[in-house]
């Protein structure tokens, strides 16, 4: 049990060190506010350039961050992994100005998947979306 969270510390460690070079994250001015074992919390600023002609942030945006969030939390933990699915579940729009948030929660961990919730809200706390998300380990040993 001790070797687990050895393994677990260490691979949140190397993930915050990750985020500071990540370059999806640093393009879309991302940022890592807070992670732990199986959750991380991720967050930007939308401005003008994820705009659609609605005025509305485009969906792969929304996608994006909720996708960073998935992988620092599915990445925290004894089995470094991968997606195998991802599914986004546009609840409201994003606009101009607001501050994204993306939290996911690792639901279960294991040797064959992984599965994980995120939720994605606006300043106010309003729901923007919500994604989940299967994973496949690498390297199991």
């Not at 919730?117 to 919500?130: D, S």
């Amino acid at each position: 049990m001790a070797d687990e969270k050895d393994k677990i510390n260490d691979n949140v460690s190397w993930l915050r060190e990750q985020s500071e070079a990540e370059p999806i994250a640093s393009f879309l001015k991302m940022e890592l506010a807070e992670l732990s074992e199986g959750y991380a919390k991720v967050t930007m600023k939308i401005t003008e350039d994820y705009q659609n002609f609605h005025g509305v942030t485009f969906g792969g945006i929304i996608m994006a961050l909720a996708d960073q969030a998935f992988a620092y939390a599915s990445n925290s933990l004894v089995y470094p992994s991968v997606a195998s699915h991802f599914s986004t579940y546009f609840i409201a729009g994003a606009r101009m100005g607001d501050e994204l948030t993306a939290e996911c929660r690792v639901i279960k961990s294991g040797k064959r998947a992984g599965f994980s919730e995120v939720t994605i809200t606006n300043q106010e706390g309003r729901l923007i979306a919500r994604a989940t998300g299967v994973t496949i380990p690498l390297n199991q040993q």
